[in-house]
């Protein structure tokens, strides 16, 4: 099965390949992995869908982490792959790592991961290790280098900046009133970037997000 018809299979469930690469054995892959591909929200749509969905309505705690298990899960049974998440550690599946290695997703000049879609916005629901070796598309050029940077200036406590997160700092900020506006609407630094205002991501998900960061 060649990506295009991946893609058609993973987007059914709102979500989107969000990179992917041909592991070496430091990546710490699942063994026997040929292609690795990592899923995300693919927008617009996917808070409407999600929303919808079971997990979101049975009262338990981390409905979308339960969501992405269910859902990967399958498609990983389906395509004789292997799911893997971001959560549920330790150990943790090395995201990040894996994020750098698709060459879709970079260092912003705030320290976190920003990429070529999502933007600032980033979130990875999980990943399917396949056992083939698909052809890939050519990774396009980190957006940061013709961007004007707003980033670096949007966060009102300087939490986020080119020298790391300060997330006490940010905690500090969001339980004081100014702060309620990054709660409701999303972090003032992600929402600037404007990767992040093409990807089309709902308030509501992004206040779904910061509360889990800040209950």
Known sequence: ???????????????????????????????????LLLLGP?????????????????????????????????????????????????????FIRWAGRTGRAWVSPVSILVHDTAGLMLSYRGALALTEQIDLPEPPPPPCETCAKPCLTACPVNALTSDGYDTDTCHRYLDTAPGTACMTRGCDVRRACPVSQSYDRLPEQSAFHMRSFHP
């Open 42 to 94: 693919d927008e617009p749509g996917f808070w409407a869908h999600v929303t919808s969905e079971p997990e979101f309505a049975d009262g338990k705690p981390d409905p979308m982490d339960r969501w992405s298990r269910r859902v990967i899960g399958h498609l990983a049974c389906d395509l004789g792959a292997k799911a893997q998440f971001p959560f549920g550690g330790p150990p943790y599946a090395p």
């Open 1 to 35: 099965m060649d990506y295009a018809a991946l893609s058609q299979i993973i987007r059914v469930q709102h979500l989107g390949i969000f990179g992917g690469f041909h592991p070496r054995p430091e990546d710490c892959a699942p063994e026997g992995t040929g292609t």
